[in-house]
């Protein structure tokens, strides 16, 4: 799981040494330290952009995204039928409308499928890169032409970049997760990234109770112009971050590598098909997805994978939480899905999913490892032949 088996020495150094100072302090605002902003400045300059903000975690980050880039109640909001959950939560909190679409080959939003959702109430496009970047040029173009943003939900896509871009630095505003499951891990957190001053600065209030950060006015006297929760992160998280970010580098090239050992020994099976990319140099090494026949083929191909000691990741075994078709909890609340069956309106994307298996690369990962995931890959596929 990335990062997250690489916490160790480093980070508790980083946590030695906020303690180290004379008065700790593992707040955020007021009483110095300020890990949080060391780790705002370093993310930035990691990712090329001008503004980060870290955030209590990446549904706060995609939370705080879109309510900084000005989405409010009844704006329409295009995004992908396969997505963790959670920027619909985000969109639907704040009394925006999600309007999930078909995915393509690649797995991400089909422009296609854009184009015809696009309504006078669309105000924003969240593309989700799932470990590789979607088709972002054509994205572009689309949200260029009708005048509506672009948004990058880019939680799983650290690392990643499309035609040489790091994805969550093409859109408006682009946004992450440090959850277990992410590239860097630091217990809870998230953040965002843009060039765009003003989403920035409002994003940054409404993860503070709106507090509008004026500098040299006491915190009791900030002035306000927006509403907001309290979504900031602290000082220990950030400082876990700090010693996160410096194993970046070596997290996505070991996964990439050992992603690659794997796809040229199962490149050939005919019974698999590894999913196409708009660009595959910039796709991320710690997931892999394949298709197979149909769902009964996907199960028994997770079931052959489990006997071999390798578990799915997120398909087909957490599929609930990553396809709009079954979210009856949260869906029937807009009047657009309240009498539909939503099974049926997504059904490219349901048969892609349910046919799929997608598989954790870790970083820590030796060759013998590596064989005995290749051999129940190659055996999986005679298997369900
Ligand atoms: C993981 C994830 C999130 C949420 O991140 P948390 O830190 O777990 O809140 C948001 N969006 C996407 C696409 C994700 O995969």
């Excluded at 920027?87 to 925006?96: K, T, Y």
């Excluded at 669309?122 to 009708?146: N, Y």
């Excluded at 590598?257 to 098909?273: D, P, Q, S, V, W």
């Excluded at 994978?305 to 869906?331: C, Q, S, Y």
Aim: charged letters at 25%; aromatic letters at 8%; one cysteine or more.
């Amino acid at each position: 799981m990335a990062g997250a088996e690489l916490i160790g020495r480093e980070e508790l150094a980083e946590i030695q040494e906020l303690f180290s100072h004379d008065k700790v302090n593992l707040y955020r605002y007021g009483g110095g330290n300020y890990k949080a902003r060391e780790f705002e400045e370093r993310f930035a300059r990691y990712m090329g952009v001008k503004y980060a903000h870290a955030v209590s975690s990446g549904t706060a980050a995609i939370h705080c995204a879109l309510a900084g880039a000005g989405i409010g109640p009844g704006d329409e909001v295009i995004t992908t039928a396969w997505t963790f959950i959670a920027p619909v939560e985000a969109i639907s909190a704040l009394g925006a409308v999600p309007v999930p679409v078909e995915i393509d080959e690649t797995y991400h939003l089909d422009p296609l499928e854009v184009e015809k959702a696009i309504t006078p109430s669309t105000k924003a496009v969240v593309a989700i890169p799932m470990w590789a970047p979607p088709q972002m040029d054509e994205l572009a173009a689309i949200c260029e032409r009708r005048n509506i943003m672009l948004i990058e939900d880019a939680a799983q896509a650290l690392g990643a970049s499309y035609k040489g871009r790091k994805l969550g630095t093409i859109g408006r505003v682009g946004s992450f997760s440090f959850d277990a499951g992410k590239t860097l891990h630091t217990g809870e957190g998230g953040i965002i990234v843009t060039n765009d001053r003003e989403v920035y600065d409002r994003a940054a209030e409404f993860s503070d109770h709106g507090h509008m950060h004026r500098e040299g006015l006491p915190r009791g006297k900030d002035p306000r112009r927006a509403k907001g929760l309290n979504l900031r992160l602290s000082e220990v998280t950030a400082a876990i971050g700090l010693a996160q970010l410096g194993k970046i580098d070596l997290i996505l090239s070991r996964t990439k590598e050992n992603k690659r050992k794997i796809k040229e020994a199962i490149r050939h099976l005919g019974n698999i098909t590894l999913r196409p990319f708009s660009d595959e140099e910039g796709s991320q090494g710690d997931t892999m997805i394949f298709r197979v026949r149909d769902r009964e083929a996907a199960l028994q191909f997770e079931a052959h994978l489990m006997e071999r000691g390798f578990g799915t990741k997120i398909l087909p075994e957490a599929l609930d939480w990553h396809f709009a078709g079954v979210w009856n909890h949260l869906l029937p609340e807009f009047d657009r899905y309240r009498d539909a069956d939503l099974e049926t309106l997504w059904p490219r994307t349901g048969a892609m999913l349910r046919s799929s298996i997608c598989l954790n690369i870790p970083v820590l990962m030796d060759d013998a490892t590596i064989g005995r995931l290749i051999e129940a890959i190659i055996t999986g596929s005679e298997r369900i032949g």
